[in-house]
């Protein structure tokens, strides 16, 4: 009785026929992640979180609020769900660096939105502290409950595809929860026995908030934060990840790749998706120009099977898509407006 759910998975995936075409590819697909409640892959972890904050307050555990540092999709997860469980939600959000409509939806589910002077990171030590000295539950993706929920990503494409594991899966990255949620979903169906082989996963960054990807170029032999710089994909703009152990030993054991792109990739790469009927959002442009810079690279094959996992849905970023079509995105000369 105590489960949180707002009918969340089950989102499409959709064969991207006229844009792998384009790109040399015969094989395309898109895990549209942003046909959710929220608008974001966020959703299937936070019916997992929320549900056993409910169930412990049930049982009696003193929690008096749920809290997350957010970019955007986290916060609007978290205010929806616990608005559902009744119970309160703190946001801390990066002042100016989140969309008009990622900043409403927390307002509008009533969860206390704090807006702060500060980056992802300044939010992330910021919530630590408050939740480690307070009735305060933190619900950030170092929750392993986060990871659970994310998980079923893995287990929804395989089962779209009849049980056949696809040969990649890109996905953006940023505070790095997702790639090690789609690793631990992969492995728990290879337990099971439910397929016998891994896809091959790769992680895309912004450029200009990469630490991942500079780890990788040294084979993962040390990892240092970085500060973040202002990119188009915001809700990627961490520099101090805080799942990136997990994320480093599922790259290694899914002979992963990370790849970086630019503000003028990520930017043309999404609006040439959305030539081809899609509407994709920044992150989701991240790791479609990852896909195109490993193409061109040859670390993957015209023939392979691709899976490109979008976060979130591009209607949350209406400022992007205005800013793109009319010239005024910094540092992108746009090629698909």
Not at 154 to 173: A, L, N, Y
Not at 268 to 279: C, M, P
Not at 309 to 320: N, R, V
């Amino acid at each position: 009785k105590n489960v949180v759910s707002l009918y969340e998975g089950g989102s499409n995936l959709f064969w991207a026929e006229r844009l792998g075409k384009e790109l040399g590819l015969e094989d395309l697909w898109i895990k549209q992640c942003g046909n959710a409640h929220t608008g974001s892959f966020k959703d299937l972890g936070m019916t997992v979180l929320v549900s056993m904050v409910k169930q412990m307050i049930a049982e009696g555990k003193n929690i008096s609020a749920v809290a997350c540092a957010s970019t955007g999709d986290t916060s609007a997860a978290l205010a929806s769900y616990c608005a559902a469980a009744g119970i309160l939600a703190i946001v801390f959000l990066p002042k100016n660096k989140v969309s008009h409509a990622q900043l409403i939806q927390p307002i509008a589910n009533g969860a206390l939105t704090l807006s702060l002077d500060t980056d992802f990171d300044g939010c992330m030590k910021l919530v630590r502290e408050i939740c480690s000295k307070n009735n305060i539950y933190l619900a950030n993706s170092m929750n392993s409950l986060r990871i659970e929920g994310q998980k079923t990503i893995s287990m929804e494409i395989v089962q779209q595809f009849d049980w056949e594991v696809p040969d990649v899966v890109i996905v953006p990255g940023g505070n790095l929860g997702n790639t090690a949620a789609l690793g631990k979903g992969f492995l728990m169906m290879k337990e099971l026995g439910l397929i016998n082989k891994q896809p091959r996963i790769v992680c895309a960054q912004a450029a200009k908030a990469n630490p991942l990807y500079l780890s990788y170029l040294n084979g993962f032999k040390e990892f240092k934060p970085v500060k973040a710089q202002k990119t188009l994909a915001n809700a990627i703009q961490i520099g101090d990840p805080v799942s990136y152990k997990k994320a480093i030993k599922v790259l290694k054991e899914f002979n992963g790749i990370v790849e970086q792109a630019t503000e003028d990739e990520l930017a043309n790469a999404s609006a040439q998706a959305d030539r081809t009927g899609l509407f994709s959002c920044p992150h989701t442009g991240v790791a479609l120009a990852g896909l195109i810079k490993l193409l061109d690279k040859k670390e993957i094959k015209p023939h392979e099977r691709v899976v490109v996992i979008s976060t979130a849905h591009g209607l949350k970023f209406p400022e992007f898509k205005i800013n793109y079509h009319e010239n005024k995105l910094e540092e992108v000369t746009p090629r698909f407006a």
